[in-house]
């Protein structure tokens, strides 16, 4: 019965800390972070640079969303919609958290220093410090527009990638990091709508709480709007087919007329929410797919 109510303990532990790393946000992650490398290579990467430099996205992001649990716990613990976090930090523990967390980004960048260069090493340091310290500790807590500038960690997972095949970036990873910089506030800015009465027990300054509903949707549509003409840049420089152009142009117009419908006509913000996600992860399959099958 002690050896079995160990192992029960052991695994709601694990749990834990898998909640913590944030699931949803390490496959998109790996998804721009594996566009970037497909991109740098021009097709399938290599295995070892490919392999290396996913387990050096996954380990540092893993890493980073659990230190980011830890230093927002105190705001976390006022909002509810963040309630199976904050008893996954505390079934893990801090320390344990902060111990695992810090292995997991020193493993990253052990392996970007063994197996890749030092670009990768400096980018993945970037994106680890701009995400906890600016970003985490002042620019959220600070200003309704701290979602642009804390976007540039958020994106840096497709110059890591990218880096990782060629040790250097090139024009077209400067434009995919560019897309997914402008897709990161309007991802942001629809979450926010959809809790902003959470932010506000925060005492966050997100942007629907400080500037009024009406404010952020124009900004959602602004930022989304600009995202069309920047994917179909990949085509206009020669990085991805016409085909891909027509395919990012249809796949822009239905995410642009689902933002408008949910955001101003249905009010079902968390509809926009999960439009933002699904048109990202569909617009780098759709790249990675268009570059591999050329």
């Not at 160990?6 to 998804?31: E, G, N």
């Not at 399938?44 to 969303?65: F, I, R």
């Not at 105190?74 to 963040?82: E, I, K, T, V």
Request: glycine residues 8%; contains cysteine.
């Amino acid at each position: 019965m002690d050896e079995f109510m160990k192992q029960r303990h052991q695994a709601r532990r694990f749990k834990s800390a898998l909640l913590l790393t944030r699931p949803v946000i390490l496959a998109l992650v790996t998804l721009s972070g594996f566009t970037g490398m497909v991109l740098a290579a021009g097709g399938l990467p290599a295995a070892g640079n490919a392999l290396a430099g996913g387990a050096v996205l996954l380990l540092s992001a893993a890493g980073s969303a659990m230190l980011n649990s830890v230093l927002d716990y105190s705001l976390d613990c006022r909002m509810p919609r963040l309630t199976n976090r904050i008893l996954a930090l505390e079934t893990l523990g801090r320390t344990k958290t902060i111990l695992v967390a810090t292995t997991l980004i020193v493993a990253a960048l052990l392996l970007s220093v063994v197996y890749l260069n030092l670009l990768v090493t400096l980018l993945t340091l970037a994106a680890v410090f701009g995400y906890l310290v600016p970003y985490t500790l002042r620019l959220k807590r600070t200003s309704p527009f701290g979602a642009i500038p804390g976007s540039i960690p958020g994106a840096l997972p497709v110059l890591i990638g990218y880096a990782a095949i060629k040790a250097y970036i090139g024009p077209d990873g400067l434009i995919l990091f560019l897309l997914v910089l402008l897709w990161q506030p309007p991802h942001f800015w629809t979450l926010a709508l959809r809790y902003q009465e959470d932010y506000r027990a925060a005492g966050l300054p997100v942007l629907p709480a400080t500037l009024g509903s009406r404010y952020t949707k124009t900004f959602i549509l602004l930022y989304a709007t600009a995202l069309l003409p920047l994917s179909l840049s990949l085509c206009f420089f020669g990085y991805c087919s016409v085909g891909f152009a027509v395919l990012a142009f249809f796949t822009g117009a239905i995410f642009l007329a689902i933002l408008i419908r949910a955001l101003f006509f249905k009010s079902q913000v968390i509809q926009a929410f999960h439009a933002t996600n699904g048109y990202l992860t569909l617009l780098l399959l759709l790249i990675v797919a268009d570059i591999c099958l050329k």
